[in-house]
């Protein structure tokens, strides 16, 4: 029995060991296909970035589905069921690197998108897809970068469709329609060494610290709201001696990250951990990198076309989220677009033995298509 179109599809991406930020062929293929269905396919290559900017039509809206092809590393190989590289079917589920994050998400829209194409040639508004190679990495010359070259043209988004794997226990029981902001801190925290017996000769960085951090700790930063849990801070790395049972080190060196909600700023987090490390006489230097701001769509078009394609086709109730960790979604929000995330359960993703349930996949392609139906068909 052959495969489904999107299983072999699927079969196909995974195959490519596209690890960050290598495409592995992964575009060429999908521009074979876009081209095939009137799509105009503009190859955006940033440094050791590529990028695919796909789009059919001129008219608005604008909808957009948004992707990557590279994935993750494996891990040790020996650990995985089958090669990580050779996609292989047991049990009903497809496994290999990037079967769930997100090469799923890539074969499904597709093919759904052919299906949607193939009966509705003459849509409104116009589709478009945006795939990088550089969004498990750096992520700095993908998909930001795609989006400040549609910006300076003026090219807007309307509805976007980030095909993470979002849901949960089964295709469609959750959407993201929002994600906190991410902020990190490396701190270091500047003392004076000498021997542990001469304390009066010494200025101890740990020592030093420890209040400071006992109180960002059990700050209360914010109470969160009706879309967002309260913004929360982590300790995430605390390096510091020399080895020596009898050296008082010269410095500490804490990372710290925060995820935050819409309640605050990035420049409201930093003035207020650097307040507080100067109340308790810190001597520090802080690098900040900012990775997001926190960003949500309310339910409206895009969130009602998802909801009602989920449920027509599992039956499902979905749940709208802003949980989890950070995503390209972050870089599309702020032009105005309505943004989702939608895709296969992440219950695998970035672990050896990453699969996604072959049924859900082929849910997922009549999902995307229906959305598509809901959002742009002629009526």
Known sequence: MSDSPVLALLKDLISR???????????????????????????MEFEDTLNLWARRGSEKPLLCFAGHTDVVPTGPEHLWKCPPFEPTVIDGYLYGRGAADMKSGLAAFMV???????????????????????E?????????????????????????????????DHV????????????????????VQGHVAYPHLVKNPIHNCMSAMTELTATTWDSGNAYFPPTSFQITNFNSGTGASNVVPAQAHIQCNFR???????DQITARVEEILKSHDVAFDVKWTYNGSPFITQPGS????????IKTVTGLTTELSTSGGTSDARFIAPTGAQVVELGPSNKTIHKINESVNIDDLES????????????????
């Open 112 to 134: 759904g998108l052919e299906k949607f194409i193939e009966n509705n040639q003459d849509h409104n508004g116009s589709i478009a897809m945006l795939i990088t190679s550089d």
């Open 17 to 43: 060991p596209s690890l960050t930020p290598n495409d592995a062929g992964c575009q060429p293929l999908l521009i074979k296909r876009l081209e095939k269905i009137g799509f105009t396919c503009e190859v």
């Open 136 to 168: 498990e990495g750096p992520f700095i010359n993908g998909t930001t970068r795609v989006i400040d070259t549609l910006e300076a043209r003026n090219e807007k988004i309307d509805y976007c469709i980030v095909g993470e794997p979002s849901s949960t």
């Open 302 to 309: 895009l969130t009602d076309a998802a909801s009602q394609a």
């Open 172 to 191: 469609g029981d959750t959407i993201k329609n929002g994600r906190r902001g991410s902020l990190t801190a490396d701190l270091t925290i500047n003392g």
């Open 260 to 266: 935050y909600s819409t309640e605050l700023t990035a």
């Open 364 to 379: 997922l392609v009549d999902i995307y298509a229906l959305t598509l139906e809901n959002l742009l068909a002629c009526k």
